[in-house]
T-cell receptor, first 113, second 119 residues
Framework: DGGITQSPKYLFRKEGQNVTLSCEQN?????MYWYRQDPGQGLRLIYY???????QKGDIAEGYSVSREKKESFPLTVTSAQKNPTAFYLC????????????FGSGTQLSVL | AQTVTQSQPEMSVQEAETVTLSCTYD???????LFWYKQPPSRQMILVIR??????QNATENRFSVNFQKAAKSFSLKISDSQLGDAAMYFC????????????????FGSGTQLTVLP
């Protein structure tokens, strides 16, 4: 079955540590996105990528980094510069950046120890 | 910048009854897309329904329909014959139809409405 796989489901970060959240899709989609969700709030865009080897900052990119070396993969690194990383992170994809329908993964809950 | 407002943090409905969730938005664009997403306890975002602003006819998907009032910038979701499986957080979202220079063509979300379905 085609879809988006995010791993791990739960992740814990120690102070000063970088952690990487995985996002893999087998939908052959060009565009991929990372969103952050805080309690009682909607989703906010961290980074997006329209094609391989290209990515752009969203509204809240500070303290995060991404790469897009393969079409299927769009990992998100939460760096030590992100002072409030505890949140639910959702990865999404669409056929391309013009397509309206986003497909979402099941998310990763990141917490700080 | 676009903003999306959901003024009802929580709503409840009796099973088999009808409920309407409210959403208003602010934009200076004339063409855009509006969405309702459902987030059940599994936390995966599921697209419920979408509306293209240039279409006057309200979108419908089975028991879900919208009341789109472009002049009032209002986009409410009506759920008919509510079922226990409809219990979830519902998000209204806005998306521009094109990529503005220097900005992402992103979805702008409201803060959500938690819907409880009472048996």
């Amino acid at each position: 079955d085609g879809g988006i796989t995010q791993s791990p489901k739960y992740l814990f970060r120690k102070e000063g540590q970088n952690v990487t959240l995985s996002c893999e899709q087998n939908l052959n989609h060009d565009a991929m996105y990372w969103y952050r969700q805080d309690p009682g709030q909607g989703l906010r865009l961290i980074y997006y990528s329209q094609i391989v080897n290209d990515f752009q900052k969203g509204d809240i990119a500070e303290g995060y980094s991404v790469s897009r070396e393969k079409k299927e993969s769009f990992p998100l690194t939460v760096t030590s510069a992100q002072k409030n990383p505890t949140a639910f992170y959702l990865c999404a994809s669409s056929i391309d950046s013009r397509d309206e329908k986003l497909f979402f993964g099941s998310g990763t809950q990141l917490s700080v120890l | 910048a676009q903003t999306v407002t959901q003024s009802q943090p929580e709503m409840s409905v009796q099973e088999a009854e009808t409920v309407t969730l409210s959403c208003t938005y602010d934009t200076s664009e004339s063409d855009y897309y509006l969405f309702w997403y459902k987030q059940p306890p599994s936390r995966q975002m599921i697209l419920v329904i979408r509306q293209e602003a240039y279409k006057q006819q309200n979108a419908t998907e089975n028991r879900f329909s919208v009341n789109f009032q472009k002049a009032a910038k209002s986009f409410s979701l009506k759920i008919s014959d509510s079922q226990l499986g409809d219990a979830a957080m519902y998000f209204c979202a806005y998306r521009s139809p094109f990529i503005s220079s220097g900005s992402a063509r992103q979805l702008t979300f409201g803060s959500g409405t938690q819907l409880t379905v009472l048996p």
